[in-house]
């Protein structure tokens, strides 16, 4: 049996995948998480065959989940189970490591698929990410500007879009208050913004984040009310 972990914050959504792998014999869903830092603890306690991850969750999130639990080299394998798709998220994901990629709007024969093949060690992606790809290759030029930063530049962003503290990211990541600040300022100058609601309104632009639903929608709302804070203070 293929012992596998579902990491998404949404619950319904993680309801719907273990009914639908409870009907596949050679999976057992022995785990559920509702954030990176869970999916990490859990992966840590359990050592599943593969941890299936969102992207976007609180916390962490999935890019520095997947991350952690490879860095553990126990063998687990990272599927990411996504709706945040576009760039830079599938190139960043395979090169963290993960060992397939697929769209929440894939179909349930490309999530088994994607476990299976990832418990033998073999890289899966659906087809409209294999598709994207494909034409971004062929096009050659960055399509997002986000494309320019790091894996940990990008989780950076993601958490500051998020509305999440300095101190917060700090304690998250590990890093100190001043290794954060450093961090953002040079993803503002790599992305030519100056402050965190341009870099929101950035990532609304490139499709990275939905201005209307989920915590994301929130805190570019959220973000002119805190942006006139001090860093130190932030």
């Known amino acids: 049996m293929i012992r596998t972990i579902i990491a998404d914050d949404q619950s319904l959504f993680r309801a719907g995948i273990k009914r639908l792998l409870r009907d596949v014999r050679a999976i057992d869903v022995v785990a559920e998480a509702d954030s990176g830092e869970e999916a990490v603890d859990l992966a ?13 969750m609180p916390g962490i999130g999935g890019l ?31 090169r963290a490591g993960a060992c397939g990629f697929v769209t929440k709007r894939g179909s349930p024969q490309e999530v088994v698929a994607a476990i299976k093949r990832a418990y033998a060690g073999k890289r899966f992606v659906s087809s409209d990410i294999a598709q994207h790809l494909a034409f971004r290759s062929l096009d050659d030029p960055v399509d997002s500007p986000f494309d320019n930063l790091s894996s940990r530049e990008l989780q950076v962003t993601l958490m500051v ?47 990275m984040i939905n201005p209307i639903l989920g915590n994301f929608g929130e805190s570019v709302v959220r973000m002119p009310l805190e942006d006139g804070a001090a860093l130190e203070d932030w």
């Open 44 to 56: 840590r306690r359990l050592n599943p065959h593969v941890v299936s991850l969102e992207i976007v």
């Open 64 to 94: 520095e989940a997947a991350r952690r639990i490879l860095k553990m080299e126990t063998g687990t394998q990272i599927v990411m189970l996504s709706s945040a798709w576009d760039a830079p998220y599938p190139t960043q994901a395979l």
């Open 161 to 207: 879009i998020n509305c999440q503290r300095v101190n917060d990211i700090s304690a998250n990541l590990h890093l100190s208050p001043k290794t954060v600040n450093s961090y953002r300022y040079r993803i503002f100058d790599k992305l030519n913004v100056s402050s965190d609601v341009e870099l929101a309104l950035l990532a609304v632009k490139h499709g």
